[in-house]
C-alpha cells in the first residue's frame, strides 16, 4: 500500500532574523532542505510543501496500533523500541529499516517510541534503548490450560542494544524460521 505524506515548513522572513520550523531528526531524511535569502520585503511569508511517496518499511506506531496488531496476526512481528534522544537507537534505525525492506511480506516490522508511548513501554518491560522484541502468534494447544487459550501473541526474542541489519536479518531467520542461532 502506497500512500503521499506532506510535509509543510513555514518561514518567517525579516532583514535580520530568519526563524523556521524544522521537522524532528527522525524525518529530516524525508525533507528537502530548503535555503532562502532575506529579501527586501521585511515580513514575507513563504510557505513551502515538500512531497514524497516513501513509505518505510517500518513504520512507527501507537500503543493502541500495537495492541491491534498484537490482536490480528498475518506475520511475525519485529518491534524496536527506540527514543529520539537515544544514540545506539539512531545509529540502529537505518539498520532496523533496511532489514525490514529485505524481510518485506515475510516480518512485520514497526517502531515505537518509548517516550510517546510511555504505558506500552512499561507493559512491555522496555528497561534500555534499543530493545528489539520478536513477537509471533501463539498457537495453543488444544488440550492446554484455559488462560493460555487467550494469549494471541508469544515473545520469542528480546534483545537490548544496538545491531546490524545482518544481525536483525539472522535473529528473524532463527525466530520466525527454524534457522541457525546467530552468532551476535
Not at 59 to 81: I, N, R
Not at 117 to 135: D, K, S, V, W
Not at 153 to 176: H, P, S, T, W
Request: glycine share 4%; with cysteine.
Amino acid at each position: 500500500m502506497k500512500s503521499t505524506i506532506i510535509f509543510a515548513t513555514l518561514m518567517t522572513l525579516s532583514s535580520t532574523t530568519t526563524h523556521a520550523f524544522t521537522a524532528p531528526p527522525a524525518l529530516s531524511s524525508s525533507i528537502a532542505s530548503a535555503s532562502v535569502s532575506a529579501s527586501n520585503n521585511k515580513n514575507s511569508q513563504v510557505t513551502s510543501l515538500f512531497m514524497t511517496d516513501e513509505v518505510k518499511a517500518a513504520p512507527m506506531v501507537t500503543g493502541e496500533e500495537l495492541e491491534m496488531m498484537l490482536t490480528e496476526w498475518d506475520l511475525p512481528l519485529v518491534v524496536d523500541a527506540y527514543a529520539t534522544w537515544c544514540g545506539p537507537c539512531l545509529l540502529m534505525s537505518p539498520e532496523f529499516e533496511s532489514a525490514a525492506e529485505e524481510l518485506k511480506g515475510r516480518v512485520r516490522f514497526v517502531k515505537l517510541d518509548t517516550d510517546k508511548e510511555e504505558e506500552m513501554a512499561a507493559r512491555l518491560n522496555i528497561m534500555g534503548l534499543p530493545t528489539l522484541l520478536f513477537l509471533d502468534k501463539f498457537e495453543p494447544k488444544e488440550d492446554g490450560p484455559e488462560d493460555e487459550q487467550e494469549a494471541k501473541a508469544v515473545l520469542k526474542g528480546r534483545i537490548e542494544g544496538a545491531l546490524r541489519k545482518q544481525n536483525i536479518i539472522d535473529l528473524c531467520e532463527y525466530y520466525f524460521f527454524d534457522g541457525d542461532e546467530p552468532k551476535i
